[in-house]
């Protein structure tokens, strides 16, 4: 059974749950939001041609060309010459539709439940935007219970923390005690691939013909937090085991602290990869801050990307960076706040031997912002961003200016201008982009989303790859927000803040 | 002539009528027609009648024969809220007391100078000082305000304020102590809450006390509109001035009880819009009570510029926190594991123009909400930038190195997220594989050979097949 057919199954049997508790229940409260986009965009890669050796022709310096101009490169014993040219301008245009729905107040008290679910698709003509095969997924359905001490939920559910997003078709158990200070969970099923609602089984990932699993991970976690009187602290389990072989597939472990030194405000986390034996992601900050003059935050960060064992690249040892940054933002004045912020890091030893490829070993960033907002209707910003790093950086800078003319209506206009030169690569590109945006609360429960941006781009090479083209951008979103009684057991209070009054 | 003698007339009555105003009344003149006191002021003997007498009463000798005819309209009952009674005075003295006991010798003229000083009822009822005794019982003389029905609102106005209001925290906490000090450290109630009855009523505390209802000093007291003439503010307490007081005045020994003396549900959900019962603990917002202290939503301390991408770590650490204020919806306004939106989110707009230095720092994994295969891989190769199969050595993608194919393990290891994005797998096994290819081993330093071989034997077997290094 193909991923979506479960997808579409599953959500039928949940409206099919949620007809009978309306009917149940006296009066089922529930809330919809529907988002839809449409956005038409244009990109141009790159194109690999070839000549044969023979047309190749050579420049004073031995160099070697296509007639028309491209550098090729031509192995030894090759008869072919290899080069690649400016592709074709690419439009894509995709429409994406989601629909979030919950429900309560469904005859038992405490129960509640949740579909969210997304289709896509792209009617452009020459280019696929990802995630539109297949066309629907379920992102979550479930149903949950929830008392003061336990919240039981079953089906579809993610769960966003320090692992990224857990996926899973199954059970979460949860339960709570001293007042909501020390909680713990478990949960468990068979788990969906990361960054997407689509199983690691679907054809859909594999988009270079790899391996692919032949069934889902079984998902096996374990969650306990606790405020104490000086920190709140968690800590995270989590192992997949692939079925079919019995291996993992992941196991990872993983703490953070949020607490309070004096004046200073410290967090920090870390995990661990428990399937490889090594040391993960961490982070420590601390921030302090003057009340609203000035805030002040250092910390240190160590980044190591992270593989799934399901594929072999973690066995290829990638080594984690180390980052140190601070950042400083002002704002003694009323109507200017100011912002900066700096971070240095540093690669770990590769252990390579073959000092062929010369690499940056550390990278830099840099990011300036300023934002003047003379009264409740404009706002003018502008920032610098440089980043020196390995593989790719960027420097520039963009501005914008925003006015909201009424509370349901905010206008903009954007500018920015940058170069980013990549390393690996003989292109050394400018960009330049200037648009404006249109956001409308047409009514308290729709909103309107325009965008509209040219891009200019410059492929600086010292050959016929040379590319300077332009393409104008578009999107358009719409967002309708219902709700069964938009004030019922709602705080009057709660109707009153302003950002709750038009539809998010 | 017959006009001229009437205004002489006219002129000589007002001349003769005036020395029988009140203030030049001749008590002791009257003394000697009437030697009792009772005699005129016959509301001492029972309570409830007239205490002074009637213009009739006057008149029987005051009629313009037996004695001059008076122009005096009655004496208007006192506006007062004193709860005194000559009866219950007498009956209490025994029939010992006797009216000069408090009200002194009768001499001279005027009708009011005999009314006792408050210092004369404190002699009898052992109150060392009238007024500014911070044990000063009130009640025992004074009506409660809602009572004292004869007093205008200007009256109440004019009541000065007791010494012990001026002490420092006295509005604050201050009186709350006091009280609960007269009640012996128990909870006041209506005896400790009686001497401020007579100055104030429910209305008056309910200015900061939105838990009034609830609170028995307050709820013995009666309803007094006039009591709002005396007008007060509540002041931040100094614990919320304290650093952090934001984030830490969940848990960090404040009661709720403490909160409900200011604020109502209402002033919690305007922050807690996403967890409404965090204000079970305290009242709704209801005609018998005021709406309570309201207060500003603001960021807390932690969000500083640029906590937009940072707030990670802390966002994991204490979701409580963040649910304080946030709806989970909120979050997946961005955080989506699905992140190909029609519509811009989470980046910058004409971010897909210059991702790829944010791909290589990697400041956020893009691998949380974008699957490598199905989000980057797809787009590359449509880009013409994933390899080609046929042509590995020739292709020279990265022109920017001559030598990068020989030469990438540096580059490999530092962004292998980003090779990942373009390459497949068997891209890197053509080379580095123990079973096919040219045997060149992927391993780097700290690879734990026999952790992996036993958590995940089948990934070994891609490279190594089944003869797995160190294991039988």
């Known amino acids: 059974m193909t991923n979506c057919r479960r997808g579409r199954r599953a959500l039928f049997a949940i409206v099919l749950l949620l007809a009978g508790g309306s009917t149940a229940a006296a009066s089922p409260d529930w809330s919809v939001r529907w988002h839809s986009a449409a956005r038409t965009t244009e990109f141009r890669g790159v194109e690999l041609d070839s000549i044969p050796v023979a047309d190749a022709v050579a420049d004073a310096d031995g160099r070697l060309f296509t007639p028309d101009g491209y550098a090729v490169r031509c192995p030894a014993g090759s008869a072919w010459c290899y080069f690649y040219r400016a592709g074709d301008v690419e439009r894509s245009s995709p429409i994406t539709s989601e629909l979030d729905v919950s429900a309560w107040r469904l005859g038992v008290p405490g129960l509640r439940a949740k579909v969210s679910a997304r289709a896509a698709g792209d009617p452009g003509d020459t280019a696929v935007w990802p995630g539109t095969d297949p066309a629907f997924r379920l992102r979550e359905g479930y149903l949950e219970w929830a008392h003061e001490f336990v919240e039981i939920r079953g089906g579809r559910q993610f769960d966003p923390g320090r692992f990224g997003f857990i996926q899973w078709d199954g059970g979460r158990l949860r339960v709570q005690g001293w007042n909501g200070r020390a909680s713990a969970a478990v949960y468990g099923g068979l788990g969906l691939a990361r960054g997407t609602s689509l199983s690691a089984t679907d054809p859909a990932l594999d988009v270079l013909d790899e391996f692919r699993p032949a069934d889902r991970q079984r998902v096996l976690g374990f969650e306990a937090a606790g405020v104490l009187p000086c920190a709140n602290v968690r800590a995270q389990y989590l192992r997949e085991i692939d079925p079919r072989a019995e291996d993992f597939v992941t196991e990872r472990f993983g703490a953070e602290l949020d607490t309070r030194v004096g004046p200073v405000t410290v967090n920090a986390g870390s995990d661990w990869d428990l399937a490889f034996g090594e040391w993960g992601t961490a982070e420590i900050d601390a921030t302090w801050r003057a009340h609203r003059l000035a805030a002040v935050s250092a910390g240190a960060r160590r980044y190591r990307p992270f593989f799934d064992l399901w594929t072999v690249w973690g066995a290829f040892s990638p080594v984690p960076y180390k980052a140190t940054h601070a950042s400083l933002a002002l704002g003694p004045w009323r109507t200017l706040t100011a912002n900066g912020r700096f971070e240095h890091w540093t690669w770990d030893d590769t252990g390579t031997t073959i000092p062929l490829v010369v690499t940056e070993d550390d990278g830099k960033r840099f990011e300036g912002r300023l934002a003047w907002r003379p009264d409740d209707r404009w706002t003018v910003t502008g920032g610098l961003q440089r980043v020196e790093n390995a593989g790719a950086s960027i420097w520039g800078g963009d501005g914008s200016v925003g006015y909201r003319p009424a509370e349901t209506l905010d206008l903009s206009l954007d500018f920015g201008r940058w170069d980013r030169p990549i390393e690996l690569r003989y292109d050394d590109a400018e960009l330049t982009t200037w648009g404006g945006s249109v956001r409308w609360a047409a009514a308290p429960a729709v909103r309107f989303d325009l965008a509209l941006r040219h891009l200019d781009e410059v492929r600086d090479r010292p050959d016929a790859s040379r590319v300077d083209w332009g393409t104008w951008n578009a999107s358009l979103g719409l967002t309708v927000q219902l709700d069964s009684d938009r004030t019922r057991g709602v705080p009057p209070a709660v109707l009153r803040i302003p950002e709750r009054q038009v539809p998010r | ?472």
Request: hydrophobic share 30%; proline share 7%; charged share 20%.
């Open chain 2, 1 to 472: 002539m017959r006009t001229a003698m009437r205004i002489l007339l006219a002129c000589l009555f007002v001349t003769v009528a005036a020395p029988i105003a009140r203030a030049e009344f001749d008590h002791e003149f009257h003394l000697d027609f009437f030697p009792e006191c009772e005699a005129c002021h016959r509301g001492v003997e029972q309570a409830g009648t007239a205490m002074f007498p009637s213009p009739d009463q006057c008149r029987a000798c005051h009629d313009g024969d037996t004695a001059d005819e008076i122009d005096w309209a009655g004496r208007q009952p006192s506006r007062t809220n004193l709860k005194f009674t000559h009866p219950q005075h007498q009956e209490d003295s025994g029939d010992a007391a006797t009216c000069t006991d408090c009200h002194g010798p009768v001499s001279g003229k005027g009708s009011t100078n005999f009314r006792p000083a408050a210092s004369r009822c404190a002699d009898c009822h052992d109150v060392e000082e009238h007024f500014d005794s911070a044990e000063a019982d009130c009640a025992m003389c004074h009506l409660p305000l809602w009572k004292a029905t004869s007093l205008t609102r200007e009256d109440v106005a004019a009541f000065d304020p007791p010494a012990t209001h001026a002490e420092d925290g006295f509005a604050q906490g201050g009186h709350g102590a006091w009280m609960r000090e007269a009640a012996g450290g128990e909870m006041p109630g209506a005896k400790e809450s009686a001497s401020c009855a007579v100055c104030h009523a429910k209305e008056f505390c309910s200015q900061c006390h939105v838990n009034g209802p609830e609170t028995p000093a307050i709820a013995a007291l009666g309803s007094d509109p006039r009591s709002l003439v005396n007008q007060t503010w509540l002041a931040v307490p100094s614990s919320h001035q304290a650093d952090r007081f934001l984030e830490a005045h969940g848990h960090d020994g404040f009661s709720t009880n403490q909160c409900a003396t200011c604020h109502t549900r209402e002033s919690c959900w305007v922050c807690h819009a996403a967890t409404p019962a965090v204000a079970n603990g305290l009242f709704g917002a209801s005609p018998d009570r005021g709406v309570g202290a309201q207060p500003t939503r603001h960021k807390p301390d932690s969000h500083v510029p640029g906590f937009g991408t940072s707030h990670g770590p802390l966002a994991t650490a204490a979701p409580q926190n963040c649910a304080a204020c946030h709806d989970r919806s909120e979050c997946l306004d961005c955080h989506r594991p699905e992140g190909s939106s029609a519509s811009p989110g989470f980046h910058p707009a004409g971010f897909l123009a210059r991702h790829p230095v944010e791909a290589y720092a990697r400041e956020t994994s893009c691998a949380e909400c974008h699957h490598p295969r199905e989000f980057c891989a797809s787009c590359h190769e449509q880009s013409g930038l994933t390899r080609q199969r046929d042509s590995l050595l020739g292709a020279g993608f990265h022109d920017g190195q001559r030598t990068f194919l020989f030469g990438h393990g540096d580059a490999a290891r530092r962004h292998l997220e980003s090779c990942v994005s373009c390459h497949a797998e068997s891209d890197c096994l053509t080379c580095h594989s123990a079973r096919q290819g040219r045997g060149f081993n992927p391993h780097g330093p700290g690879f734990d050979a026999a952790r992996l071989a036993e958590k995940a034997p089948q990934m070994c077997t891609v490279c190594h097949g089944l003869a797995i290094p160190g294991r039988q």
